[in-house]
């Protein structure tokens, strides 16, 4: 029902002829004959809810079709079971069920010649050939509108996402609770990895466990180096369940003790991300969480002596603060609307991740050398404000080394 009333918005909010054409993601091959775990298009899950490969839905006012893989016995011995054509109809609530081989020979039955096709190409050869048979119609975007809907989350999609982000705080704790100095960074992801897989869920993104100063490298995914006594950890991770992420970040001490000059970095990047989070309700700028974190930081970092007046805040800071979040961990929807920053309405997430970085410089006092820090949590604005869906993790100095040292 979820996806059938999906459908219906959708269909509501585009012309009276419209067809819309959309197909899932193709397997991607690992090596050899060997393929990833397949994963949905989440804009084809968002409106059919089939896990399968090989599919394409045609959603018009007057139908709902799906072409996909039909059952063969010797095949699902190697690769599991499919849904097969008898039984989509009654699974997936469709009119009919077409063999995905005979998809050029039923498709044009279902496009009437003043319809208007709404279709996205992906960059694969199947929908480069799906593009090909609906190159004589008048073809129109499907990303606006539909991301416009996947941007406000219903009450099923937080409940999801708050399970999501509570399989992952807990996974940061255990890592908390269980580093140590000499480990190796993916003893730590170890963690992670161990913890997801055993609550059904997987990873969002390619984690991020950063030691030292690694941690100023923004994209650092080889978690391969050793953990230092006195050095600082950052873990950007967060897990996908039931199609739907979380992203959490949190920096934290090796061996359970902030230096001084630890505490003071993370103490500006703690102070502007909460500031940046208070900011966030309905009717103010999605703009105005980063405006306010990168003020905070800037004059933080001028009060250290890190940084003068006139010197570009991206030496330390040269990320944005936050990106919205769903089914995708940098999820859909456009952050202006007519060159204006747009508005924060109820239903939207966001995650908010200031973060300061500081790689070695001749220019200032060593004891802050290496040192990357950035604190991650995701908020869904509400109509009253905001919910922090990652609040329980803990994130002052205080709770950070209370927990670590708890014996």
């Avoid at 989509?88 to 496009?111: G, M, R, V, Y």
């Avoid at 490298?217 to 369940?241: P, Q, R, S, T």
């Avoid at 905070?296 to 003068?308: C, D, K, N, R, T």
Wanted: charged residues 25%; glycine residues 4%; aromatic residues 8%.
């Amino acid at each position: 029902m979820i996806h059938q009333n999906r459908r219906k918005e959708l269909l509501s909010q585009i012309d009276n002829n419209a067809v819309i054409v959309i197909s899932t993601n193709p397997e991607q091959f690992r090596n050899g004959d060997v393929t990833f775990p397949f994963r949905p298009h989440s804009d084809f899950f968002y409106l059919t809810g089939f896990q399968e490969p090989q599919a394409v839905a045609v959603i018009s006012r007057n139908t709902y079709t799906m072409f996909l893989r039909d059952k063969d016995p010797d095949r699902e011995i190697w690769d599991g079971e499919r849904l097969g054509l008898a039984d989509a109809p009654e699974t997936l609530k469709l009119e009919k069920a077409f063999d995905i081989n005979f998809l050029e020979d039923h498709l044009s039955q279902l496009i009437t010649t003043d319809s208007v096709v709404y279709f996205d190409e992906k960059p694969c050869d199947f929908d480069r050939k799906l593009s090909n048979l609906l190159s004589s119609y008048t073809i129109k975007s499907l990303q606006d509108p539909l991301h416009e809907m996947r941007l406000i989350k219903d009450e099923f999609e937080v409940s999801t996402m708050q399970k999501a982000a509570n399989i992952s705080m807990v996974a940061h704790v255990l890592a908390m609770q269980h580093v140590s100095p000499n480990m190796f960074e993916y003893e730590l992801q170890s963690v992670f990895d161990a913890h997801f897989v055993k609550n059904n869920a997987a990873h969002a993104y390619t984690p991020i466990v950063a030691g030292g100063k690694n941690a100023c490298i923004l994209h650092y995914i080889e978690n391969n180096k050793l953990l230092k006594d006195g050095d600082l950890v950052l873990i950007d991770a967060g897990c996908e369940f039931d199609h739907y992420a979380s992203d959490i970040t949190r920096t934290f001490p090796v061996n359970g003790r902030f230096s001084t000059a630890q505490k003071q970095i993370y103490q500006i990047v703690l102070d502007a991300q909460l500031a940046a989070i208070d900011s966030i309700k309905p009717g103010a700028s999605v703009h105005k969480p980063h405006e306010i974190a990168s003020n905070i930081i800037q004059q933080g970092l001028e009060s250290l002596g890190l940084l003068a007046p006139s010197d570009p805040l991206s030496t330390f800071y040269m990320h944005g603060t936050g990106h919205w979040l769903g089914m995708d961990v940098h999820d859909v929807g456009k952050y202006q609307h007519n060159q204006q920053h747009r508005k924060f309405e109820a239903g939207m997430v966001i995650t908010v991740e200031p973060g300061i970085y500081i790689r070695k410089n001749d220019k200032i006092n060593p004891i802050y050398h290496d040192i990357g820090i950035r604190i991650e949590d995701d908020v869904l604005v509400t109509s009253t404000g905001n919910t922090v869906l990652t609040e329980q993790l803990a994130k002052t100095i205080d709770e950070i080394e209370t927990l670590m040292n708890e014996d």
